[in-house]
């Protein structure tokens, strides 16, 4: 079974490879397969390319499961994901996120960030990095209620996170 965190708001779901795969092609198979409705709005247009090496990735590592894509749920529906780019390297993890448009600023993506770093830290990592785009404030303000501390940048923002949060 894929991994699974619960905030106050969200239900979090390591997405299988099966379902990654499915997602590309068939939005009613990947709905069936991971058991949810999927807001019309997700996904973004980004994540179909990245979901086909994140399956290869999980067919070749199962362990990997993870440290790659996650499903945010809200009331049975899928309304955005969010994840890490890789498992960690030399203790390190990136994370980046996105909650469907309709839906944003109402903390969900705070509560998925905050539940997905206390996940890497209970799973090895030693830092979780994240970077925005200056002009995004939403993104500003998740990471900092999160606990990031802004490490670099002007346009483009740099974030880091070397110690759990405290529930």
Not at 13 to 36: F, P, T, Y
Not at 41 to 50: C, M, N, R, T
Not at 90 to 115: E, H, K, M, N
Request: with cysteine; charged share 20%; proline share 5%.
């Amino acid at each position: 079974m894929e991994p699974r965190l619960t905030t106050q708001d969200l239900i979090l779901c390591a997405c299988s490879a099966e379902v990654a795969r499915a997602l590309g092609v068939d939005r009613a198979r990947a709905s069936q397969l991971c058991g949810w409705a999927l807001h019309e709005a997700w996904p973004d247009a980004d994540l179909p390319g990245v979901l086909e090496s994140y399956a290869k990735l999980i067919d070749a590592y199962p362990d990997k499961i993870g440290w790659g894509v996650w499903l945010f749920v809200r009331e049975g529906v899928v309304i955005g994901d969010g994840g890490f780019h890789g498992p960690p390297k030399d203790g390190r993890v990136q994370i980046g996120y996105s909650i469907v448009p309709q839906l944003q600023r109402r903390g969900y993506a705070t509560q998925a960030v905050g539940a997905l770093c206390g996940w890497a830290f209970g799973h090895g990592a030693r830092c979780v990095n994240a970077e925005c785009d200056a002009s995004n404030q939403a993104s500003v303000r998740v990471l900092e209620k999160c606990g990031l501390k802004r490490i670099g940048g002007n346009k483009m923002l740099y974030w880091a996170l070397t110690t759990p949060l405290r529930a």
